[in-house]
C-alpha cells in the first residue's frame, strides 16, 4: 500500500509544523486497528488504522503500519472490521436555542392536536395561572387532523396561561387570547413591517398564527429568565444528543453573546463535546465590534463565526421570498424579511471589519438579493478568501448557481428536508422542487455545499442527511427533486469536508488524516453496502472528538 505509505511517512513528520509535533511526540496514546476506514482525503480514502496522540491523528494506515507504532504504553482498540467516517460538520443548526428548548418548552413534535394540547395542559398544570406556556417543534403539516393549530382550541384547553408555540421551523407561532391580548395587538392593528398577524378572511379577526416579525411581537413580551446555568446545562445537553447521532462539530447559526459564554462555560466544565463554530446574530453586533472581536477569534472548541444577517422567511413554513408564488396561493410570495438596502448596511460594517458574512436566504429572490449585496461588498471593499455564507440557499437557478461559483460562496442547505419535510414540497411544485437543495447543482458547478440540518426545524441526524440527499425519497417513498441526487461519497464529502472548509478549518478538521483533529464516527454497519433507503437505520456505535470517545452505544 503506497499511497498509505506516504501518508504514514506525511504522519510522521514531513511537513514542517507536522515535524515538530512528531518529534515532540514520539508514541501514540491510542491505535485505532482492524478498521473499515473512509477517510475522506483524496491522497488515501481508504484505511485499517489510525494512531492518535494529544488529541489529533498522528498516522493513518493499514494495520501492520500503524500497529508498528505502538509503544509501550499506547493504548489499542480493535474496531472489528467496523467502518469509520470523519466525525460529521452541521454547518447550521441552532443547539444553543434548541438545548434551552429541550430544558424549558414543551416539545410539540407530536403526531396528533390531540396529543399537543395534552402535553400543553399538563405544563400548564404545573404553571402558575398568568405565566406563559411554551411550545416549540409544533409541524403544522404532521398531525392525524391534517388542519392547524387554531386559537379557539389553545383557549380552551389553557383559558388561564398565555400560550406560544412556536413551529419547528422556527419562524411562525400559534398563540391564544391571553397571548394576543399580553402583545397588546388586536384585530384592527396592522401588519409589521416584515411579518404578519394572520386573520380570518370573512371575519378580520386574528387567528392568532404570527408570522416573522409578526412573531417577535409576542417574543418581546415574554419574560427571558434563563440563568447562566440553565444555559450550560442546554448546552450540555444538546451536545450529548448531537453527539449520538455522529455529529462532532456544529456551526451556531445564529448565536448571541450569551450562547458565546455558555459554549465557554460547558467547555470548561468538561461538558461541551462537540466543536462549535458561533455566528453571532447582527443585532448584538455592536458588542462584538466595540471588543474588536472578529471571525476566527478562539480555539478548535468554541470559534467565533459569521455575522448572522436575515433576507427572507423559512421553507419548512413556507414564508421564502419566491419570484413565483406558492402552489395554490396565487397571491403568495413569501416574505422579505430585510430589504436590500438595510441587508447591505448591516453587512458593510461587519464586512469592513473582518467578520465573515452568513446570510439566511431561502427563497430565489432573497438569494438575488443576497448575492447583490455580496457582490457589491466584494468590488468597494474587495477581501482574500471572505468565503461569503448564504445560509440554506435553497430554491435556486442557474445565474444564481453562476454567481455563486464566481464569488466563491458557499451554500448550507437543508440536508434532511426531501427525507423529512418532503409533504411540504407540494407548494414549492416539481420544477421548482428539482431547484431546490440544490447538491448536485453545486456539486458540478465545483462550489462547496455543506451539511446543515438548522436542527430544530430539520432532525439533525447525518444518517439521515446521507439518505435524503442521496435518494431525495420521502417517509411515504415520494421522491422530490430527483435531479439534485448525489452519490454517497459525495453526501459524506459535504458532511465533512465541506463543513470545514465553511469555518475555515480545512486544514484541522473534516478528513481522517495526520495532523487533524481526531474526530470520528464508527457506526454499526458498512454504509456503503447499505440500501439507500435504510442508511437511517444504521446504528452509531462510537463517536470520538479530540480523541475522546463523547458517545458509544
Ligand atoms: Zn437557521
Known amino acids: 500500500m503506497s499511497s498509505s505509505r506516504r501518508t504514514f511517512l506525511y504522519g510522521l513528520g514531513a511537513v514542517g509544523a507536522r515535524a515538530l509535533f512528531a518529534i515532540e511526540r514520539t508514541e501514540p496514546e491510542l ?18 488504522a489510525a494512531a492518535i496522540s494529544g488529541g489529533r491523528f498522528f498516522a493513518v494506515g493499514s494495520n501492520d503500519e500503524v500497529l508498528a507504532l505502538a509503544g509501550g504504553s499506547a493504548k489499542k482498540v480493535d474496531l472489528g472490521g467496523k467502518t469509520v467516517l470523519p466525525g460529521f460538520i452541521d454547518a447550521h443548526s441552532h443547539p444553543a436555542e434548541a438545548g434551552l428548548s429541550h430544558l424549558r418548552m414543551v416539545d410539540c413534535d407530536l403526531r396528533s392536536i390531540a396529543d399537543i394540547l395534552k402535553a400543553l395542559r399538563e405544563r400548564a398544570a404545573k404553571t402558575p395561572p398568568g405565566e406563559w406556556v411554551l411550545g416549540f417543534k ?15 382550541e389553545l383557549d380552551a384547553a389553557l383559558p388561564n396561561h398565555p400560550v406560544l408555540v412556536e413551529h419547528r421551523g422556527g419562524h411562525t407561532a400559534w398563540t391564544n387570547s391571553q397571548a394576543i391580548k399580553l402583545a397588546k395587538i388586536d384585530d384592527k392593528t396592522p401588519d409589521p413591517p416584515g411579518g404578519k398577524y394572520d386573520r380570518d378572511p370573512a371575519t378580520g379577526k386574528l387567528t392568532g398564527h404570527v408570522r416573522e416579525h409578526g412573531k417577535d411581537t409576542f417574543e418581546k413580551v415574554i419574560p427571558a429568565t434563563f440563568t447562566r446555568d440553565d444555559r450550560r446545562e442546554g448546552v450540555r445537553l444538546i451536545t450529548q444528543m448531537m453527539t449520538r447521532s455522529g455529529v462532532t462539530s456544529v456551526t451556531d447559526a445564529e448565536g448571541t453573546p450569551e450562547d458565546l459564554r455558555a459554549y465557554q462555560d460547558a467547555r470548561e466544565s468538561g461538558q461541551l463535546s462537540m466543536r462549535v463554530y458561533c455566528h453571532i446574530y447582527q443585532a448584538h453586533m455592536d458588542q462584538m465590534l466595540a471588543a474588536g472581536v472578529k471571525t476566527g477569534l478562539g480555539d478548535e472548541w468554541v470559534k467565533v463565526g459569521a455575522q448572522k444577517m436575515i433576507c427572507d422567511g423559512s421553507i419548512s413554513e413556507r414564508t421564502a421570498r419566491l419570484s413565483q408564488p406558492y402552489i395554490g396561493r396565487p397571491d403568495d410570495f413569501g416574505i422579505l424579511v430585510t430589504p436590500e438596502e438595510e441587508l447591505y448596511q448591516q453587512a458593510r460594517k461587519a464586512h469592513a471589519a473582518g467578520w465573515q458574512l452568513g446570510t439566511h436566504a431561502n427563497g430565489d429572490v432573497a438569494i438575488d438579493i443576497t448575492l447583490r449585496v455580496y457582490e457589491r461588498l466584494q468590488k468597494e471593499l474587495p477581501r482574500k478568501d471572505p468565503r461569503y455564507r448564504l445560509e440554506h440557499c435553497t430554491v435556486v437557478n442557474d445565474s444564481l448557481v453562476a454567481r455563486i461559483k464566481a464569488l466563491g460562496a458557499i451554500p448550507t442547505p437543508f440536508s434532511t428536508y426531501a427525507y423529512y419535510h418532503g409533504e411540504k414540497m407540494k407548494e414549492y411544485g416539481p420544477e421548482r ?82 495532523g487533524k483533529h481526531a474526530d470520528l464516527v464508527v457506526l454499526g454497519r458498512d454504509v456503503f453496502k447499505e440500501d439507500p433507503s435504510n442508511v437511517i437505520n444504521i446504528p452509531i456505535e462510537r463517536t470520538m472528538v479530540g480523541a475522546r470517545w463523547v458517545w458509544e452505544s
Open 433 to 514: 422542487v428539482n431547484h431546490m437543495f440544490a447538491l448536485r447543482s453545486f456539486i458540478d458547478a465545483g462550489i462547496r455545499p455543506t451539511q446543515a440540518s438548522d436542527y430544530p426545524p430539520g432532525p439533525f441526524e447525518p444518517m439521515m442527511a446521507l439518505q435524503s440527499e442521496v435518494t431525495r425519497t420521502d417517509t411515504k417513498g415520494n421522491v422530490w427533486g430527483p435531479q439534485q441526487r448525489i452519490t454517497l461519497e459525495e453526501a459524506i464529502r459535504v458532511g465533512t469536508i465541506h463543513g470545514a472548509y465553511a469555518s475555515y478549518e480545512e486544514a484541522v478538521k473534516g478528513s481522517i488524516e495526520a
Open 31 to 48: 491505535i485505532l486497528f482492524n478498521g473499515n476506514f473512509w477517510t475522506v482525503d483524496a491522497r488515501q480514502p481508504r484505511a485499517q
Open 138 to 152: 409544533y409541524d403544522d403539516t404532521k398531525t392525524a387532523e391534517g388542519r392547524p393549530l387554531t386559537r379557539e
